[in-house]
């Protein structure tokens, strides 16, 4: 049985006369059917745009379309308006990534802008999303708009925004937007253009190479080691792989112009193409989105396999082993690897600032903050999310006074793949970060190393570290129940021990507060903008964190083990058991929970 609200916006859905009779029977044939379930799915809510959010593609208000897309942009475009006509005048650019519906998406996006009198730059084809909080600030825009398959299956798709300077937006002005979107109403409230008239008007305006020679010359540019790439550039073989993604079109231009001549890309998954055919999901956390790369890398004796998802956001890689088998690297060791890169060859450089500061997350390993801190810089942990990243890079540019800031940002990184060399982007940035990568390449070279060499060094200075991760999904609204229900318990009824581990205490960024476990006594607080994260620190060290995805219909635990022991085989083999146990105590927490 459909709850009253929803019926009624499934039926303000069957009724709209701005919904085609196409887009209609799709939901007629879940009400024939007696579907509640699916149409539940589809209308118990609204889609929220403005927190970078994937979504599946199909009809509904919980669904990404053209309706909900144009309805999103109308709000925003409201949101633009009431800021004056001034605000109007700088265009917003709409790159088209890859993914299903994307070209639609971005034409009916531009359509909604120009018919609301606001000026909209398009790109004239698939475009990194680096690329466009690079243009953002380049052509010195109000906001700008990225349409998303970003690593996700072929049914999701998604809306990003940015505001002026290049970063999406955040609360409270994401809330703002949101407010405006729903305020839209009906989808007869969107105003639409076509594209022809309001062009000839120039309130569309294509952009192409342009763009692309400009963001290029930022990324060469920032070259820490000019000398020690065209040293090392010709020798070192490295396959790329753009997982049928924008990234072919700056990343291997990128790594030639840094002097790395030995770049083979793989044909197979050179040509974008939303349909994903050779992964099953074209994310470079996963290990079988790099079997290609790594297969042309054995053969023809390459040292490095980079890949970039689809929107060229993130970034993974496969390093070669002293045995000739290759090692697939996590999103926190390869921020660690570019994080003592940095910090090393800055001071090489004489260039290494006395107010530096490194950027990252309360769920990332604590490896790269050690390495930042040993080199004297400071370390500043955000919210999950790489607007909180660039949040903290704007307040640094607030604060600044000419060309003395107050601080001075080295590097940003998230445990999910994503890192910011360099702030002329405002997002994380795949492009920027594979050169950068393969400058660390011909870093370790220069030293006789191989990446992975210089990681076991880094393991060997520090001490062990180790994540786990354990991602459970839980789709549609009782999904959604589930997992408040979930986090409800966690605060409430922590638990007492992880792993036959103590739990010494437990942090609930909803509140700030850190607390003893074992008598709930406040022993310190956490100076972040309120999230639905909560964790637990053991007394070996562990970390374990709760946190709902929020592009994803999944809650995730975050495991962060280390160890200080010197035989690294040894070292590796107590983490993992470690984070199995833990593992298996939140499987039961989980099932005791939901099934309770």
Same mark, same amino acid.
């Given at each position: 049985?459909?709850?009253?609200?929803?019926?009624?916006?499934?039926?303000?859905?069957?009724?709209?006369?701005?919904?085609?009779?196409?887009?209609?029977?799709?939901?007629?044939?879940?009400?024939?059917?007696?579907?509640?379930?699916?149409?539940?799915?589809?209308?118990?809510?609204?889609?929220?745009?403005?927190?970078?959010?994937?979504?599946?593609?199909?009809?509904?208000?919980?669904?990404?379309?053209?309706?909900?897309v144009g309805s999103a942009i109308q709000g925003l475009a409201n949101y633009i308006s009431k800021s004056g006509e001034a605000a109007k005048r700088p265009a917003l650019p709409l790159p088209m990534i890859a993914g299903r519906m994307s070209d639609v998406f971005a034409e009916r996006a531009a359509c909604v802008l120009a018919a609301n009198g606001i000026y909209a730059y398009l790109f004239d084809a698939l475009r990194p999303t680096p690329e466009l909080s690079f243009a953002v600030r380049h052509l010195k825009c109000t906001a700008g708009i990225v349409i998303t398959a970003s690593h996700n299956p072929p049914e999701y798709n998604g809306l990003k925004v940015y505001w002026s300077d290049g970063a999406q937006v955040v609360p409270p002005q994401d809330g703002a937007i949101i407010s405006e979107v729903r305020a839209v109403g009906s989808f007869s409230n969107v105003r639409l253009a076509e594209?022809?008239?309001?062009?000839?008007?120039?309130?569309?305006?294509?952009?192409?190479?342009?763009?692309?020679?400009?963001?290029?010359?930022?990324?060469?540019?920032?070259?820490?080691?000019?000398?020690?790439?065209?040293?090392?550039?010709?020798?070192?073989?490295?396959?790329?792989?753009?997982?049928?993604?924008?990234?072919?079109?700056?990343?291997?231009?990128?790594?030639?112009?840094?002097?790395?001549?030995?770049?083979m890309v793989e044909a197979s998954q050179s040509e974008p193409n939303g349909e994903f055919p050779t992964v099953t999901s074209p994310n470079?956390?996963?290990?079988?989105?790099?079997?290609?790369?790594?297969?042309?890398?054995?053969?023809?004796?390459?040292?490095?396999?980079?890949?970039? /998802?689809?929107? $060229?956001?993130? %970034?993974?890689?496969?390093?070669?082993?002293? +045995?000739?088998?290759? &090692? !697939?690297? *996590?999103?926190?060791?390869?921020g660690a690897l570019l994080t003592h890169f940095i910090c090393e060859q800055s001071k090489a450089n004489g260039?290494?600032?006395?107010?530096?500061?490194?950027?990252?997350?309360?769920?990332?390993?604590?490896?790269?903050?050690?390495?930042?801190?040993?080199?004297?810089?400071?370390?500043?942990?955000?919210?999950?999310?790489?607007?909180?990243?660039?949040?903290?890079?704007?307040?640094?540019?607030?604060?600044?006074?000419?060309?003395?800031?107050?601080?001075?940002?080295?590097?940003?990184?998230?445990?999910?793949?994503?890192?910011?060399?360099?702030?002329?982007?405002?997002?994380?940035?795949?492009?920027?970060?594979?050169?950068?990568?393969? /400058?660390?390449? $011909?870093?370790? %070279?220069?030293?006789?190393?191989?990446?992975? +060499?210089?990681?076991? &060094? !880094?393991? *060997?200075?520090?001490?062990?570290?180790e994540e786990g991760a354990k991602s459970v999904t839980m789709k549609g609204k009782r999904g959604a129940d589930q997992i408040k229900a979930l986090m409800h318990s966690l605060r409430e009824n922590p638990p007492r021990s992880l792993a036959g581990v103590a739990v010494e205490t437990v942090a609930d960024l909803m509140t700030g507060a850190v607390r003893r476990a074992r008598d709930g006594a406040e022993v310190g607080r956490f100076k972040l903008p309120a999230s639905d994260v909560v964790m637990f620190s053991l007394a070996d060290?562990?970390?374990?964190?709760?946190?709902?995805?929020?592009?994803?219909?999944?809650?995730?635990?975050?495991?962060?083990?280390?160890?200080?022991e010197k035989n690294l085989a040894k070292a590796e083999s107590a983490c993992r058991e470690k984070i199995a146990a833990i593992n298996n105590d939140l499987s039961g927490t989980i099932e005791r929970t939901t099934n309770g």
């Open positions: 049985m459909l709850e009253q609200m929803t019926e009624k916006s499934v039926q303000a859905w069957l009724n709209d006369p701005a919904i085609e009779e196409v887009d209609k029977t799709e939901i007629r044939r879940l009400v024939e059917s007696r579907d509640d379930a699916g149409l539940t799915d589809r209308f118990y809510q609204d889609l929220e745009f403005g927190t970078g959010g994937m979504r599946v593609l199909g009809a509904g208000r919980n669904r990404m379309n053209v309706y909900t594209e022809g008239p309001e062009k000839k008007h120039g309130l569309i305006r294509r952009i192409g190479t342009e763009i692309d020679e400009a963001f290029l010359a930022g990324v060469d540019a920032s070259c820490l080691c000019p000398e020690l790439c065209r040293k090392h550039g010709e020798r070192i073989k490295i396959v790329y792989t753009p997982l049928h993604g924008t990234g072919y079109r700056l990343v291997p231009e990128a790594l030639k112009r840094r002097g790395f001549r030995n770049v470079p956390e996963e290990a079988a989105a790099m079997e290609r790369g790594i297969a042309l890398a054995i053969k023809e004796n390459a040292e490095l396999v980079i890949a970039t /998802d689809p929107d $060229a956001d993130r %970034a993974g890689i496969a390093v070669r082993k002293r +045995d000739g088998s290759f &090692a !697939l690297l *996590t999103g926190n060791r390869i260039a290494m600032p006395d107010n530096g500061v490194v950027l990252s997350t309360v769920v990332s390993s604590d490896l790269a903050k050690e390495i930042a801190r040993s080199h004297g810089a400071e370390v500043i942990e955000t919210l999950t999310g790489f607007k909180w990243i660039a949040e903290e890079i704007r307040k640094f540019d607030e604060c600044g006074a000419g060309e003395r800031p107050t601080k001075t940002f080295l590097f940003g990184m998230e445990e999910s793949y994503g890192y910011l060399p360099n702030a002329f982007v405002r997002d994380k940035d795949a492009v920027t970060s594979c050169a950068f990568i393969a /400058d660390a390449a $011909a870093f370790a %070279a220069e030293r006789g190393q191989s990446l992975y +060499d210089m990681l076991e &060094a !880094l393991f *060997t200075q520090y001490g062990y570290f060290g562990t970390k374990v964190i709760a946190r709902p995805s929020g592009t994803e219909p999944k809650i995730k635990f975050y495991i962060l083990a280390r160890s200080a």
